[in-house]
T-cell receptor
Framework: AQSVTQLDSHVSVSEGTPVLLRCNYSSSYSPSLFWYVQHPNKGLQLLLKYTSAATLVKGINGFEAEFKKSETSFHLTKPSAHMSDAAEYFCVVSDRGNTGKLIFGQGTTLQVKP | DTAVSQTPKYLVTQMGNDKSIKCEQNLGHDTMYWYKQDSKKFLKIMFSYNNKELIINETVPNRFSPKSPDKAHLNLHINSLELGDSAVYFC????????????FGSGTRLTVV
């Protein structure tokens, strides 16, 4: 079965420093992978997606992620954190079959300190 | 123009009551979903409809019944509400087979007292 593991439940960075949110996936086939962001008391917004094209994926707000099949990882990075990046981040894998089902990781809370 | 809209945004109700949450999308997507987000922010799929046909029905109590009158609408009715039903319920939509990901609604925070 497909699954994702977000390796850190909480990450704290200072404004202007790099962000790294780690995600490992498990899949018996080549999955689609996504990162979603949820700001406090808001819905979820798609940051970026990997769908078997380029392994380095650029998303919105300066975020990017690299698909590494050999490491089964899909880590999210940003060169310089902004206060507005403070939110919950979810790594997501598509389920097998044509149901459109997405499987969410447990989430990583990103705290950005001034 | 809200792409996926849910109503109500907040719902506070007593145990044992019956309540409904409505969802509408104007994106032309053919598939809609209900997800439940618990107090630890974990998101789990409940149901999915593709062109009004139920395609995903996870292990959810029978008290939860989805209805999709057309592909732009997906409602969730909950009977005999329990304290454990308190959560945020998210509606989402997508076009099946495209792997573009979902567009989510802003959520309905259900509190059962």
């Amino acid at each position: 079965a497909q699954s994702v593991t977000q390796l850190d439940s909480h990450v704290s960075v200072s404004e202007g420093t790099p962000v790294l949110l780690r995600c490992n996936y498990s899949s018996s086939y080549s999955p689609s992978l996504f990162w979603y962001v949820q700001h406090p008391n808001k819905g979820l917004q798609l940051l970026l997606k990997y769908t078997s094209a380029a392994t380095l994926v650029k998303g919105i707000n300066g975020f990017e992620a690299e698909f590494k099949k050999s490491e089964t990882s899909f880590h999210l990075t940003k060169p310089s954190a902004h206060m507005s990046d403070a939110a919950e981040y979810f790594c997501v894998v598509s389920d097998r079959g044509n149901t459109g089902k997405l499987i969410f990781g447990q989430g990583t809370t990103l705290q950005v300190k001034p | 123009d809200t792409a996926v809209s849910q109503t109500p945004k907040y719902l506070v109700t007593q145990m044992g009551n019956d309540k409904s949450i409505k969802c509408e999308q104007n994106l032309g997507h053919d598939t809609m979903y209900w997800y439940k987000q618990d107090s630890k922010k974990f998101l789990k799929i409940m149901f999915s409809y593709n062109n009004k046909e139920l395609i995903i029905n996870e292990t959810v109590p029978n008290r939860f019944s989805p209805k999709s009158p057309d592909k732009a609408h997906l409602n969730l009715h909950i009977n005999s509400l329990e304290l454990g039903d308190s959560a945020v319920y998210f509606c989402a939509s997508s076009t099946l087979g495209t792997n573009y990901g979902y567009t989510f609604g802003s959520g309905t925070r259900l509190t059962v007292v």
